[in-house]
């Protein structure tokens, strides 16, 4: 991501470093989960896939904004696809909004997706509820 927590270095050569991340993962017989800041999803989604097993689309940002989440994220699930047919593609959203914000953004791209992720707090445990009772 675009934060002090990843150095320079990294993210001036993100597509070498997630193609050593995803060698190393594999040589112990993990799978390779991918969840690269929006930014460079836009940058670099065609070069990431193929080392990826799992690829995480943070879509939070635009979540109160179905249309603009669905625009952000198709074209992004094909052009992953395009470059790794078997990659698993799955959505994030945050619980800073209500279940029904969430669900509606989910919804305008649940075929396409294998799964969700959600980044949730203390604070927000019952906003998680809520959504997971909803989608169930």
């Excluded at 597509?15 to 995803?22: D, L, P």
């Excluded at 669905?70 to 209500?98: E, F, G, H, R």
């Amino acid at each position: 991501e675009h934060w002090t927590n990843t150095t320079t270095s990294e993210q001036n050569d993100l597509v070498n470093t997630v193609k050593q991340a995803s060698s190393l993962a594999h040589s112990k017989g993990f799978k390779f989960l991918l969840a690269p800041d929006r930014q460079f999803n836009s940058q670099y989604i065609k070069q990431l896939a193929p080392y990826a097993d799992v690829l995480i689309l943070q879509g939070q940002q635009l979540q109160s904004n179905p249309s603009a989440f669905a625009s952000w994220v198709v074209p992004l699930i094909d052009a992953a696809k395009q470059a790794n047919p078997n990659v698993q593609m799955y959505v994030q959203v945050i619980t800073s909004s209500d279940s029904q914000t969430m669900r509606n953004a989910i919804n305008t791209i649940s075929s396409k997706i294998n799964g969700i992720g959600i980044w949730t707090n203390a604070a927000t445990i019952s906003t998680l509820q809520s959504f997971v009772s909803d989608i169930r």
